[in-house]
């Protein structure tokens, strides 16, 4: 209860200070290249040269700008935009209409930030470590989804192979998947947590309209919530910037590899939208023929989005979004009864409406409504006497509400305030104990960035009332020091709070085909979490050369895990529930002689390390970039390297562009060193999986007529699991060299 009078006091005195409203000026501008063509979608800071603050807009699509700023004082302007250099320039109220004139820089790439404090920013400009990959970068890859693109970040590991050999989940410092968030503009996916693993399948999220993907790491549930103590994961959509495009995309490869898919906006006066529809096919694969089972199940999935948007006023706009995807999945496995086949057909729907009203230059008030859903059916069939195995049908439905004000206090203050109602609901056969599970959530969180000359200075926290847990309170602050125009300096430390998800309180999942059973526990506890993150960012030579660096620390505690109770019998049963305090009524669940998994909090861990990473724009079109992550992950009580990570992880990049030849190539390597696969934790005799390194190939020619192809090798040198072509365990289920070749055709139309 303190901690909520804590807060609505705070709240209380933020709207006595809106009360005292600066006169403001309206400084406006336009951004051109160097023929004086508008360059729409550009991006324009304004930042206070007295106190530092900065505030940020796109130019429209004929490249204009606008802000509200106090009536004293001097300002810059800088602008940038892709394949554009920065410009700076001086401005003060007496300026007029200013032209701000980007000259060609094809190589380097501004980057602005949306995911680090629910506001856009300059990347130099955040008090915590997020990391940023441009939809050129994306494109750059040949990759088709999230999960096979996030591999190209600093410190998160996902597996290769996964689209066709099980759940795609991700790894952020050491943290696991299911305390790290996943957002498709701002919005959380939904994947029914708990219940594989804990883990959101990214390799269903495609990334054909994205614009960009941004990875905030450390605990950020100060603003965005429960599953966000590990970081959190934004898949940010693109905005249409012309009044007509369109591109089409086909490509194909290994393994019967098929993709294809078109996306298409258009910009028209106060109406703008843009859609996408894709088909995605593959085969799968054997590591082992000599055995029954397949590492990857062959798969195809239809992916479709689109989005509206409609600016009825210069101040207010009405934007609305669907994106859905079906997907179909076949594999063979070998259980306890033998050999036999699983069919896995699962899809996901999302739609969302945002209303922005901003009411006066200087305030801005968003509300938004945003409901998705999860369906999933699972069939199985002993091979070869076609004997049905018990089937599976899990359903989520989640719905949520918020609003958000901001305003801008004078030239020094920028205060966020927000307030939240979720409510998620689980169903289905042979995955819950009582076929049916709901939570609801009600929120309120606030965030005030304080400006003072070149330090700023952000505190925040975030009020949770669960339905089943009761209130928490995530407290953060985070610092932001300029050096120089070159250099700057971070610090942040914010707590998390993360309520057990459904799944690992309901979970009840029979599987007598491989005798074992799974049952969740409603008595858990919620994860608690601390993270501390400090670095800097620092440019030189023109800014054509970048260094970043990170010191992390991640606590947590209560941490859930399944964990293996051993068979369960009729004359066993009363001693199990005894020693591991499980609840008497959930005994009617229990099937005996199966062994028996059971969600508990058992661990205080932690995760600490270091990252580097930069890049250097070279003469003649080339550039080099690397990055490289050092990682101790343990558990408090035993001391012991927890399972799963990798204490070294590196990735080099030489990459060689020509815009006029219209040629784009580069190289990738990825280094990986050995981790321990598996722990026996009596005898603590551990799996430990060889160090590994994985080389990608990539290169595209522009054609006539909008025309590209394009061509990817995927681990070029064939790196495989030691185990491939065994009848050993699979610790890496990649599927060694893979070959893609595509064609992409743009239309774009300034009419």
């Known amino acids: 209860m303190a901690g909520k009078r804590l807060l609505f006091s705070f709240l209380f005195a933020l709207i006595l200070a809106f009360g005292a409203n600066a006169q403001s000026i309206s400084i406006k501008g336009r951004v051109e290249d160097t ?85 856009e920013e300059l990347r130099e400009s955040l ?18 989804n999230v999960g096979e693109v996030l591999r190209e970040i600093p410190g998160v590991v996902t597996r290769r192979g996964s689209e066709t050999s099980g759940v795609a989940g991700e790894q952020v410092q050491g943290i696991d998947s299911r305390q790290v968030l996943v957002l498709a503009d ?48 934004n898949l940010i959509t693109r905005e249409p910037d012309r009044p007509f495009s369109l591109a089409l995309t086909a490509a194909g490869g290994s393994f019967g ?31 082992n023929p000599a055995t029954f089972q397949a590492e990857g199940a062959g798969f195809h999935r239809y992916d479709t989005y689109g989005k509206l948007k409609y600016q009825f006023t210069d101040n207010f706009s009405l934007m609305g979004f669907a994106n859905s995807y079906w997907n179909s999945s076949k594999g063979q496995v070998v259980g306890e009864s033998g050999p036999q086949y699983n069919d896995i057909e699962d899809q996901s729907q999302n739609y969302g409406v945002t209303a922005d009203w901003a009411i006066d230059g200087r305030t801005n008030v968003q509300v938004r409504g945003y409901f998705s859903r999860f369906d999933e059916y699972t069939f199985g069939k002993l091979f070869p006497s076609a004997v049905p195995v018990d089937d599976g ?8 509400f918020d609003a958000t004000f901001s305003r801008l206090i004078g030239e020094r203050q920028f205060v966020q305030i927000g307030a939240e109602l979720v409510t998620d609901r689980y169903s289905g056969f042979n995955r819950l104990q009582n076929n049916e599970a709901r939570a609801d959530t009600r929120v309120f969180w606030l965030q005030d960035k304080i400006n003072i000359k070149r330090l700023t200075l952000t505190i925040g926290g975030r009020y949770d009332d669960h339905s089943v847990f009761g209130s928490a309170v995530s407290p953060k602050i985070g610092l932001n020091y300029k050096l120089a125009n070159w250099a700057s300096l971070r610090a942040s430390w914010g707590r998390g709070f993360r309520a057990p998800d459904l799944g690992q309180l309901y979970y009840r999942l029979t599987n007598p085909t491989n005798f074992y059973q799974v049952i969740g526990n409603p008595s858990l506890s919620p994860e608690h979490s601390g993270s501390w993150q400090v670095g800097g960012e620092f440019n030189g030579f023109k800014r054509k050369g970048r260094l970043g660096i990170n010191y992390f620390r991640n606590d947590v505690r209560n941490l859930i895990n399944s964990q293996s109770l051993g068979f369960v019998t009729q004359g066993n049963v009363d001693s199990l529930f005894t020693t591991y305090g499980i609840d008497p009524s959930l005994r009617q669940f229990i099937t005996y002689n199966l062994l028996l998994f059971y969600y508990r909090n058992l661990a205080q861990v932690y995760t600490t390390g270091g990252e ?42 030489l990459a060689f562009e020509n815009a006029r030849l219209g040629i784009n190539a580069n190289l990738r390597g990825s280094f990986y060193s050995k981790w321990i696969v598996s722990r026996v934790e009596s005898t603590n005799v551990e799996t430990i999986a060889p160090a590994f390194q994985l080389w990608d190939l990539y290169g595209s020619k522009r054609l006539k007529k909008g025309f590209e192809v394009y061509g990817t090798i995927d681990n070029l040198f064939d790196n495989r699991d030691r185990n491939s072509g065994t009848t ?24």
């Not at 008090?127 to 088709?144: F, K």
């Not at 590899?257 to 088909?279: H, N, P, T, W, Y």
Request: hydrophobic share 35%; charged share 25%.
């Open 35 to 119: 023929a004086n063509k508008p360059i729409a979608g550009a991006t324009v800071v304004l930042r206070n040269q007295k106190t530092g603050l900065e505030r940020i807009v796109t130019t429209d699509g004929e490249g204009r700008f606008a802000f509200n700023a106090s009536e004293s004082g001097s300002y810059e302007a800088i602008a940038m935009a892709t394949g554009f250099a920065r410009v700076v320039q001086p401005v003060t109220g007496a300026t007029g209409e200013i032209v701000l004139t980007l000259g060609p820089e094809p190589l380097r790439e501004e980057v602005t930030v949306v995911s680090g404090s629910r506001q």
């Open 257 to 287: 590899a098929v993709d294809l898919a078109g996306i298409g906006s258009f910009k028209r006066d106060q109406l703008s939208g843009i859609f996408s529809l894709e088909r995605h096919k593959n085969n799968g694969f054997d590591l």
């Open 127 to 144: 008090n915590t470590r997020v990391e940023v990959l441009s939809a050129e970068e994306i494109r750059s890859t040949g990759y088709q």
């Open 393 to 400: 049908n899990l359903f989520e439905r989640y719905g949520k």
């Open 186 to 233: 701002g919005q959380p996916l939904v994947g029914a947590r708990g219940i594989k693993l804990g883990a959101l399948n990214l390799d269903r999220q495609s990334v054909g309209r994205l614009e960009s993907i941004e990875v905030v790491k450390g605990a950020s549930s100060a603003l965005y919530g429960s599953d966000a103590i590990g970081g959190v994961i």
């Open 728 to 751: 050993g365990p699979i610790y890496r289920p990649e599927s060694g060299r893979i070959f893609r070749v595509g064609v992409r055709w743009t239309l774009d139309s300034d009419k």
């Open 612 to 653: 580097v990473d930069g890049g250097y724009t070279l003469p003649c079109g080339f550039s080099v970039g690397g990055a490289y992550t050092y990682l101790d992950a343990r558990d408090k009580t035993t001391n012991r390297y927890l399972t799963g990570r990798n204490r070294h992880q590196a990735l080099v990049k």
